[in-house]
Structures are given as C-alpha cells and as structure tokens.
C-alpha cells in the first residue's frame, strides 16, 4: 500500500537509551529581526550565541518546538508554533535539544528494506505551513556512508501506517547524526 505524502518536519518521539525520557526542551534566543523563518519541526543549529535556521549540511542542535516573545505591535506576550522576522528582544525559542532524542520524520524517496543504519540528508524542498506552522522538511533517501549526512535511520514508525518503505514518503526514525553537542560530523552509515 501506497504512503500518503504529508511532510510535516521532525517530530520527538522517544530517546536512545533505557532512560526515562522526559522528551525536555531547551530555550535558545532567537535574534530581533531574524530573517529566516523557522517552522515547528524544523532543524535548527546556533550562530553567533541566537537559534537560527539548519542547513543541509553541518551539525544542528535540535528542533525547534515553537517560540514565545512580546507583541511589538499590541505588546502582548505571545506564543508561536513558528518564527518569522518579528523586532522583538526577547524572542525565545523552545528546542528538543538532547543528543539521544530520536525524531519520526517522513523520506521524500524510497527508504529501502535496509534502511536501518543507514544515514540521511535533510530534504528542505517543501516549504512549511504558515497557517499552522509546521514544518515540511523530510529527509532524503538513506544511504551508506556519508558520515557527513545529518541523521541516522534507527527505525520505521509504523503507528500511523506509512510504514511502507519500499514506496516514497515512509515514516522514519531517525537520531541525529551530527549534533553540535556530540562534536559535529556522526558516523558513516552501514
């Protein structure tokens, strides 16, 4: 059966390890007038001390969850599932940070009966949804090698039933291959 396509970024689902997982978030601020939108479910990495956008390439720090920050207009204290370039001081976003942290996210390939071990690129083809703010990044076709590829395949998240993973658009679960904290470039896939 056929996978629906609905890319919807990177969602925690469950952390590496037999500890607890209490799936915390982190706050990292985001600077005033940032020009780059960043959608719930979007990778983000740090530049300069503030949250900023995720590459294709180069280590992230996490996800980002959504943000909070003072109405320049009403002066009201608000909540977003997105950032867009707002002028406010204290924009604060909340980032799943944890090195160990895994992540449902949907492949815009064919992930394979062996995709398990395997590495994966971050795919930003698909914009994200300023109605509801939410991410449309998805990853690439896992692949061996390419220690340099962002996250690493550890599962296929049959809960919703795109579990399918010798057509496009499969449910994975994937841990971050190449996390600020762990001291960048990850492991070659297998």
């Known amino acids: 059966m056929a996978n629906t396509n609905k890319a919807f970024g990177f969602r925690p689902v ?6 607890y997982d209490t799936q915390g978030l982190t706050s990292y601020p985001i600077s005033a007038n940032y020009a780059t939108s960043i959608f719930q479910g979007d990778v ?3 530049s300069g001390g503030y949250l900023a956008a995720g590459t294709t390439t180069g280590a992230i720090v996490g996800v980002f969850m959504g943000c909070s920050y003072t109405d320049p ?20 976003a ?5 090195p160990n942290q895994l992540f449902v996210v949907q492949c815009v390939g064919t992930a394979g009966a062996t995709c398990i071990g395997r590495n994966a690129a971050l795919d930003t083809s698909v914009s994200g949804n300023t109605t509801y703010g939410v991410s ?5 076709t896992p692949a061996t090698g390419n220690a340099t590829y962002t996250f690493k395949v ?3 998240y049959a809960a919703d039933g795109n579990d399918d993973v010798t057509s496009a658009n499969a449910d994975l679960i994937v841990a971050v291959n190449n996390h600020l904290y762990k001291g960048g470039t990850g492991t070659a896939g297998v």
């Open 154 to 156: 550890v599962g296929v």
């Open 14 to 19: 469950g952390a590496n390890g037999a500890g």
């Open 94 to 98: 909340m980032v799943a940070d944890n």
């Open 44 to 46: 983000v990495t740090l």
């Open 73 to 92: 207009t009403t002066g009201k204290p608000t909540w977003s599932n997105q950032y867009s370039q707002t002028n406010a001081s204290d924009i604060v």
């Open 136 to 140: 449309g990044q998805q990853v690439g």
